[in-house]
């Protein structure tokens, strides 16, 4: 009987063993996931942080764009360049018109001018 005492108290301790040495394991296991979470925690509240960054930045940029012009805004101001060109050709034409007048008026203000000399020659 001592065979089986001897048998018995080893393979409990046998057992005592691997029980030790799968507790060791789920430990290195478990400490493993517990550093793989508390990274995971780290990187959301860098992801929360950087968040909070990009909804200033966007709340920011909102504010700015209420004071950009709109679209119609735009268009009317198209609309006034566009009459503006339209009225400065119509200028040009007036004035390019008067610039011919003016250029008969003065040739027959010389013509004027040498029939008065050469009346003032006699």
Request: proline share 1%.
């Given at each position: 009987m001592a065979d089986f005492s001897d048998w018995l108290v080893r393979a409990a301790i046998g057992a005592t063993v691997a029980a030790f040495a799968g507790l060791f394991l789920r430990v290195r296991s478990n400490e493993a996931r517990l550093g793989l979470v508390e990274k995971a925690a780290q990187r959301q509240e860098q992801v929360e942080r950087e968040f909070g960054v990009?909804?200033?930045?966007?709340?920011?940029?909102?504010?700015?764009?209420?004071?950009?012009?709109?679209?119609?805004?735009?268009?009317?101001?198209?609309?006034?360049?566009?009459?503006?060109?339209?009225?400065?050709?119509?200028?040009?034409?007036?004035?390019?018109?008067?610039?011919?007048?003016?250029?008969?008026?003065?040739?027959?203000?010389?013509?004027?001018?040498?029939?008065?000399?050469?009346?003032?020659?006699?």
């Open positions: 990009l909804k200033e930045l966007t709340t920011r940029i909102d504010e700015r764009l209420k004071h950009l012009p709109k679209h119609g805004d735009l268009q009317r101001i198209h609309d006034r360049i566009s009459a503006n060109g339209n009225k400065t050709h119509d200028t040009q034409t007036t004035i390019a018109g008067m610039a011919e007048e003016v250029r008969g008026l003065r040739s027959s203000v010389d013509r004027l001018h040498q029939i008065e000399l050469k009346r003032g020659e006699k």
